[in-house]
């Protein structure tokens, strides 16, 4: 069999907040002869579907951790990642689970425009509420989003802890967060860890309740210091070692799924060892 030479390269923004430069990105590596295949991760879903079509790419694109819009799902081959509607319809099944009875609640988001977090945020209030296509709960299920949330941190850990801060001092009586991103848990650990010090009892007794997504060493670690209900993690490692395959069988014109899901991995602060789910 003769093996055909690849170069690959990844570039991308100084940020993830960068949407314009992620998007001139796109633009100007489809717009180059040698390039064959691209894998995108859209921060901003529809500027990235205008910077594929304004290119009218003739090579296979697909998306990666996070997809376009639906309207625009057509612009791209595949899309491979995590499932995000069941990652956070699973991050509310574990907040049900530690309260029952419903209570004020706070979304924590990243970009607003990011399709893969939006797609986490309704899985969450579908899973609270017992119903679909809520843009906010309002004592659905029991559960109410406190003024002022969603809040969408653009990515920021530190203004995610702030933000958590600003709502607490605000809302006091505030049953849980529900993070969409684990931003302020690996962007700003020792803020989330001061501000969770005074709350650590309240999470244990399950009074207050912090359910970010994605496990990581620092984020498995915060949970185990019981600073967080549960963790609903990606598999960053299994997208990364699978995307130039895939990418290799478009190129090649064969067949391939549309979506490609990679799964999750799940764990409490009381259940050490995570628990995969396809």
Sequence with gaps: MRLRPITVSTPGPASTSDEAGEAQI???????????????????????????????????????????????SALRKTYLGTDNYLMGFRLGEYLKKAKPNGGMVCLIEGNAAADNILRRASGTRDSLAGKKDLDRLKGEGGWTEVAGCPVFTNDDGPKGV??????????????AFVIEGGWPLFGAPQPYRQLTDQYKAQIASNRWSSSPPTPSVTKVAIAKEGRVEALVGQRPFEMGYKAPSVMIDLIEGKKVEDPVFTGLDECTRKRRTPASRK
């Design 26 to 72: 796109v633009q100007d590596m489809l717009g180059k002869s040698d390039t064959v295949a691209m894998a995108i991760s859209p921060s901003n879903a529809p500027l990235i579907a205008n910077a594929v079509k304004a290119t009218n790419p003739k090579i296979p694109v697909m998306t990666l951790d996070a997809d376009l819009k639906k309207e625009d």
């Design 162 to 175: 702030q933000a958590m801060s600003d709502i607490l001092t605000a809302n006091p009586k505030i049953d």
